[in-house]
């Protein structure tokens, strides 16, 4: 029984990963069966699905070329894939795997939700395991192959033992060491013998998410929440800058004396890889919380209209005032200032409503 598979020259680019494009053929026997596959792998390169996906990306038809490998079929108890790094955060100090019953055309496929394993790079610690209820798998029949159902007692057993899972993460090691790059590799478990059916390069690598400030809860709470998008450089920079100066007028009125405590560094609201966060000092807002009283909730709350519409005739009067000023006759540098007057007034007036 071998595995019929296709590589073809446009895959695995630094921005388009051809990713099950082309076919792949599992659990064929004999001469002809393997010729009529052979056949089916190359004209894979010419179904509907790569044809649109090689307009979209502007790569040339008469570019590209297909090889065939074939290979002995691993008669898997279980299989998956590996990323060499967090696929999910960009950390690269962190490993992925991911692992089911079977075959691995149902992992590779998404038909099953399969054990999620992550695992520290340098110490080889197991930092957590996500047993999944895997309900279906691939397995080989008389004629190739099928998905069923998973026997109801392995449904939410462990794919891997923790020795299987060191085994697999020192290959992943030597197969990143050897490409000099993050791999994406699929595996296979045999009788307790690991077989690697594939490495490709991971094409798009995400950014790694570091906190900017260690100890501060980051949130996509109330202005961030409206930012659900990347922002400007200009608004990263100016607008922020900004939108902090009225936001810590708005923390003052609600925690008094203690507001300075629970403000980070770089204010109520930074930017990470390019998301605003709303963010606070962890134990200082934690504190603030327990701490807040029916008096301290009378002290913010009391008054609320007032300083509403103080906040929106503070608005208004700076429109006015732009709105009246002969913009052709300014310099940048007025214009600018004007610009920062009624953003900063529409911030307080967001804050007091």
């Not at 902090?244 to 923390?251: F, G």
């Not at 807040?292 to 007032?306: D, F, H, K, Y």
């Not at 005032?321 to 920062?340: L, R, S």
């Amino acid at each position: 029984s071998v595995a019929v598979r296709s590589s073809a020259t446009a895959e695995d680019l630094p921005d388009a990963s051809f990713a099950g494009q082309q076919e792949t053929y599992l659990n064929i026997q004999g001469e002809d069966k393997v010729i009529d596959a052979v056949k089916r792998c190359w004209a894979s390169l010419w179904t509907a699905r790569a044809i649109a996906y090689r307009v979209k990306n502007n790569i040339k038809h008469e570019i590209v070329a297909l090889a065939v490998v074939v290979q002995k079929l691993a008669f898997s108890d279980s299989s998956g894939i590996m990323f060499t790094l967090n696929p999910i955060n960009g950390r690269r100090s962190e490993m992925i795997i991911n692992a089911a019953w079977g075959l691995g055309e149902a992992v590779v496929s998404s038909l099953v939700t399969p054990d999620t394993i992550v695992v520290d790079k340098d110490s080889e610690r197991i930092i957590s395991y996500e047993v999944a209820n895997k309900e279906i798998m691939t397995v080989r029949t008389s004629e190739g192959t099928e998905e069923t159902m998973v026997p109801e007692r392995l449904r939410k057993k462990y794919a891997l033992t923790r020795n299987q899972v060191m085994q697999l993460i020192q290959l992943g090691k030597k197969i990143e060491k050897y490409y000099q790059m993050p791999m994406d590799v699929e595996w296979a478990l045999e009788k307790d013998k690991l077989y690697i059916v594939q490495a490709r390069p991971i094409t798009v690598l995400p950014p790694e998410w570091v906190l900017p400030e260690q100890d501060v809860v980051y949130t996509k709470g109330s202005l961030a929440e409206h930012l659900p998008n990347p922002v400007t450089p200009l608004f990263a920079t100016l607008g922020l800058e900004i939108v902090n100066r009225a936001s810590e007028l708005l923390w003052i009125d609600m925690f008094g004396k203690s507001a300075k405590k629970l403000l980070p560094k770089n204010g109520a609201y930074t930017v990470i890889n390019g998301y605003v966060y709303l963010s606070a000092k962890s134990k200082p807002f934690l504190i603030a919380i327990k701490s807040l009283s029916p008096r301290s909730l009378r002290r913010t709350l009391m008054n609320s209209v007032a300083r509403w519409e103080t906040a929106r005739k503070g608005y208004e009067d700076a429109i006015k005032q732009w709105e009246e000023k002969p913009m052709h006759t300014m310099n940048a540098h007025q214009i600018m200032e004007g610009i920062q007057t009624i953003f900063y007034a529409a911030c307080i007036y967001f804050t007091r409503i």
